[in-house]
Each structure stands twice: as C-alpha cells, then as structure tokens.
C-alpha cells in the first residue's frame, strides 16, 4: 500500500507544479494585459491631469501592482492547500477500501 501512496504523492506533485505554472502563465499573461491598457491611461494622465491627480495615480500604481502579486501568491497557497486535502482525501479512501 506504501507504493500507491508514493504514486499518488507523485502524481499530486506534478499536478501542482502543472497547475503553478498554467497559473503563472494566466496571470502573467493578464498582468501583460494589464499594464498595456494601464500605461495608455496613464500616459494621457500624466500629459493632461493636473499635478494632484498624477500623483494620486502614481501612488495607486504602485499599489495596483502589489495588490496583484499578493493576488497571484494567495492564489498559489489556496491551490496548495486545495490539494493537500484532495491528497489526504484519496489516501483515505485508497486506505478504506483495502481493509
């Protein structure tokens, strides 16, 4: 039974790096998106704005950019977690079913 548990550690193991870099890929690729869309708008901000408001946008800028790497780190932990509980879940049932 020790064998089925190490193939299914296994298994889990590569689903989750799979699983990690698809989600890097995804966000990065929205974050690309993103600053595309968020560098015209800001461009015309600082060409136009008056100085109050650039420097409201540059501060919330930079905050954007963090909000959206805690984003991408909160979703690596739940997907973890998500599948530590499905790897503890089959080795239960594969545990049951043998007795």
């Given at each position: 039974?020790?064998?089925?548990?190490?193939?299914?550690?296994?298994?889990?193991?590569?689903?989750?790096?799979?699983?990690?870099?698809?989600?890097?890929?995804?966000?990065?690729?929205?974050?690309?998106?993103?600053?595309?869309?968020?560098?015209?708008?800001?461009?015309?901000?600082?060409?136009?704005?008056?100085?109050?408001?650039?420097?409201?946008?540059?501060?919330?800028?930079?905050?954007?950019?963090?909000?959206g790497q805690i984003m991408f780190y909160n979703l690596i932990?739940?997907?973890?977690?998500?599948?530590?509980?499905?790897?503890?879940?089959?080795?239960?049932?594969?545990?049951?079913?043998?007795?």
């Open positions: 039974h020790c064998k089925y548990q190490v193939q299914i550690l296994l298994l889990l193991t590569v689903l989750e790096i799979a699983a990690y870099l698809w989600q890097r890929q995804t966000v990065a690729t929205l974050l690309e998106l993103n600053h595309q869309n968020a560098d015209f708008m800001y461009w015309v901000i600082e060409r136009d704005a008056p100085e109050n408001i650039k420097e409201m946008c540059r501060g919330l800028r930079w905050r954007v950019e963090f909000i932990v739940i997907l973890f977690l998500v599948l530590s509980i499905i790897g503890s879940f089959v080795a239960k049932i594969t545990s049951t079913s043998r007795t």
